[in-house]
Nanobody, 123 residues
Framework: QVQLVESGGGLVQAGGSLRLSCATSGRTFRIYTRGWFRQAPGKEREFVSAISDSGTTAYADSVKGRFTISRDNAKNTVYLQMNNLKPEDTAVYYC?????????????????WGQGTQVTVSP
């Protein structure tokens, strides 16, 4: 079984930074594309960012210029650097993996999901 484990969440003041990590463990898995999603209380889960096997990246408009997704292939870990955080960024952040080496067109194509890590941004 493939397991994804997020870490790095916490409490930060507006304007601060956090770096989230998504580590992959379990059976050997040759797909390295990963996506980040978030869900705030009472809101639908929304796409945040993704990176494909080839290194192509995608960002939601709400985080462009503030968040950066990257990957360490040797560690099979994907990161989300979050700068200039805003209270509206408060949410549980999830990482997910598809079974294709490209960024999926919708969240239903993500087969594996982590348990989430809480990010809270105070005013």
């Amino acid at each position: 079984q493939v397991q994804l484990v997020e870490s790095g969440g916490g409490l930060v003041q507006a304007g601060g930074s956090l770096r989230l990590s998504c580590a992959t463990s379990g059976r050997t898995f040759r797909i390295y594309t990963r996506g980040w999603f978030r869900q705030a209380p009472g809101k639908e889960r929304e796409f945040v960012s993704a990176i494909s096997d080839s290194g192509t990246t995608a960002y939601a408009d709400s985080v462009k210029g503030r968040f950066t997704i990257s990957r360490d292939n040797a560690k099979n870990t994907v990161y989300l650097q979050m700068n200039n955080l805003k209270p509206e960024d408060t949410a549980v952040y999830y990482c997910a993996s598809p079974i294709i080496p490209r960024i999926p067109t919708n969240e239903y194509q993500y087969a594996y999901w982590g348990q989430g890590t809480q990010v809270t941004v105070s005013p």
